[in-house]
């Protein structure tokens, strides 16, 4: 079975301070990492996945997480935060050997301050 | 185009009685996926529907929930004798391809749930 784990269930922070989300997995298999967004009143968004190659992925508005296969973690981290990067942030994973389930964890509100 | 959607947004009812939350996926979509979110909690899966295949029913809590979807278009999730136990956020979520995780699943806006 697979667990994900999201210790921190809130982060603030103050506006262009860098921040990390940490995000720690157990699987028995390999498996696909993704972090999902989801902003105040709006679904949840598909931020960023590593599927396979390299193990630094970047999303489009400057998020990147790192799959750390010997530390079981895939944390993702920005730089330079916006007041607009506040929402909750999911990390998820999906067993590589065709099975559709997603596995969630608890999910980190990040809260970005002026 | 139009993304996932889900009626209605919020639900309150009392204890013992059914609901029905629809969940519209994105047109074109061939599987579609059924959440359950608690307060505090991460998502649980629920049903996974793909095409004409019988749907996996595993991450029903009990017998209690059904779903039915018609086709690859809209599907309904019922909850009978509701209880305070069932008060969550249910996602609804569809994918192009299904059977890979690999495959974007696109989520809807949730119907919030709340038994008094």
């Known amino acids: 079975a697979q667990s994900v784990t999201q210790l921190d269930s809130q982060v603030p922070v103050f506006e262009e301070a860098p921040v990390e989300l940490r995000c720690n997995y157990s699987?028995?298999?390999?498996?696909?990492l993704f972090w999902y967004v989801q902003y105040p009143n709006q679904g949840l968004q598909l931020l960023l996945k590593y599927l396979s190659g390299s193990t630094l992925v970047e999303s489009i508005n400057g998020f990147e997480a790192e799959f750390n296969k010997s530390q079981t973690s895939f944390h993702l981290r920005k730089p330079s935060v916006h007041i607009s990067d506040t929402a909750e942030y999911f990390c998820?994973?999906?067993?590589?050997?065709?099975?559709?389930?997603?596995?969630f964890g608890s999910g980190t509100r990040l809260l970005v301050r002026p | 185009g139009a993304g996932v959607s889900q009626s209605p947004s919020n639900k309150v009812t009392e204890k013992g009685k059914d609901v029905e939350l629809r969940c519209d996926p994105i047109s074109g979509h061939t599987a579609l996926y059924w959440y359950r979110q608690r307060l505090g909690q991460g998502l649980e899966f629920l049903i996974y529907f793909q095409g004409n295949s019988a749907p996996d029913k595993s991450g029903l809590p009990s017998d209690r929930f059904s779903a039915e979807r018609t086709g690859e278009s809209v599907s309904t999730l019922t909850i009978q004798r509701t209880q305070q136990e069932d008060s969550a956020v249910y996602l609804c979520?569809?994918?192009?391809?299904?059977?890979?995780?690999?495959?974007?699943?696109?989520f809807g806006p949730g119907t919030r749930l709340t038994v008094l």
């Open positions: 699987s028995s298999v390999s498996v696909y």
């Open positions: 998820a994973v999906g067993r590589m050997d065709s099975s559709y389930k997603l596995i």
């Open positions: 979520a569809s994918s192009l391809l299904g059977g890979m995780t690999e495959n974007e699943q696109f």
